[in-house]
C-alpha cells in the first residue's frame, strides 16, 4: 500500500491583516496569526481516508521557519504519522520554484513515498503551480485539481471538476495530486489524537541534508521590487432621485463604460 506524503504549509490566517515588510517586500509573518492553510486540511483528511482504506503511512512535510511545527503538529493530531520539517533561514524569500525544489528533495527522504497530496494553491502566494512544478521535478505524473480520489492497486483515479464538466484522470503510482475545496470535510483532532501528537516523530533538515543549493531572495527568479498600501475605498456617488433617478443612475454607468 502506498505510504503518502502530504504537503503543508502555515500561513497568516485570512482574518489577520496581512502585509509585506518594508525592508525586502516578503510575506512580514510575525504580523498576523499564524494557521495551517485550511486547503492542507483537506488534503491531510484525503491521505487519512486512503490509508484507513489501504494500509500504508501518512507523512506531512513542511518547509517554513520554526513557527511552522504548530502547523505540523495540527497535522499530526489529525492523525498523520510522522512529519518532515525542513528550516533553514537560508530559505527565506524563496520563490515558487525553489520551493518545489526543496519539497523534491524532502520526499525523497521520506522511505517508501509513493503518493504525493497537495492543496491546489495556498491562501498566501495563491500561486497553485507548486504541485505541478515538483511532479516535473520529481518525474511523478501529475493529477490536480481533485474532488474525488481513488486507489486500485498500483494505479490512482481521480476526478477533476472544471467549468464544462467532470474529466476523470488516472495514472501509475507514484504521482502527485493537488485537491480542491469539494474533496471532503477534515475531521476535527481529539483530545486523544492532540496529546499523541507530542509523541509523534518529527524530523528536521537543513538545506545542506537536502544537498539543495541557490535558495532565499538573491536566488530567486522572481522578487517583488516594489509595494504600496491598499488605497482607502473612496465614498461612493449618491444619485438623488427627483423623478428623474433613472436617467442619472443611466448617465453615471454611461460615463463609467458600463453600458
Do not use: C
Not at 482504506?53 to 512535510?61: I, Q
Not at 524563496?94 to 492543496?119: C, F, N, P, R
Amino acid at each position: 500500500m502506498p505510504n503518502i506524503v502530504v504537503l503543508v504549509k502555515q500561513v497568516p490566517d485570512t482574518y489577520s491583516e496581512r502585509k509585506l515588510s518594508d525592508s525586502d517586500f516578503t510575506l512580514d509573518r510575525e504580523s498576523a496569526d499564524a494557521v495551517l492553510d485550511e486547503i492542507n486540511e483537506r488534503a491531510i483528511e484525503e491521505a487519512l481516508v486512503i490509508k484507513e482504506a489501504h494500509g500504508g503511512e501518512v507523512t506531512v512535510l513542511s518547509v517554513g521557519p520554526e513557527r511552522a511545527t504548530e502547523a505540523i503538529r495540527k497535522g499530526l493530531s489529525m492523525g498523520a504519522d510522522k512529519a518532515v520539517h525542513v528550516v533553514d533561514d537560508s530559505l527565506h524569500g524563496s520563490d515558487l520554484l525553489q520551493t518545489a525544489k526543496v519539497l523534491a528533495a524532502a520526499v525523497g527522504k521520506v522511505e517508501g513515498a509513493e503518493l504525493v497530496i497537495a492543496g491546489n494553491e495556498a491562501s498566501d502566494g495563491q500561486g497553485g503551480a507548486v504541485p505541478a512544478v515538483l511532479a516535473e521535478l520529481l518525474g511523478y505524473p501529475q493529477l490536480t485539481h481533485a474532488r474525488k480520489v481513488e486507489i486500485d492497486g498500483s494505479s490512482v483515479k481521480v476526478t477533476r471538476e472544471t467549468d464544462e464538466g467532470l474529466t476523470h484522470l488516472e495514472a501509475s503510482l507514484p504521482a502527485v495530486i493537488s485537491v480542491g475545496e469539494k474533496i471532503n470535510e477534515p475531521r476535527y483532532p481529539s483530545f486523544k489524537g492532540i496529546m499523541a501528537a507530542k509523541k509523534k516523530p518529527v524530523e528536521t533538515l537543513s538545506v545542506a541534508d537536502l544537498g539543495v543549493d541557490e535558495v532565499g531572495l538573491d536566488a530567486a527568479w522572481s522578487t517583488v521590487t516594489e509595494a504600496a498600501p491598499k488605497p482607502p475605498r473612496e465614498a461612493g456617488q449618491r444619485v438623488e432621485d427627483e423623478g428623474d433617478g433613472g436617467v442619472k443612475v443611466a448617465e453615471y454607468l454611461v460615463s463609467q463604460k458600463l453600458i
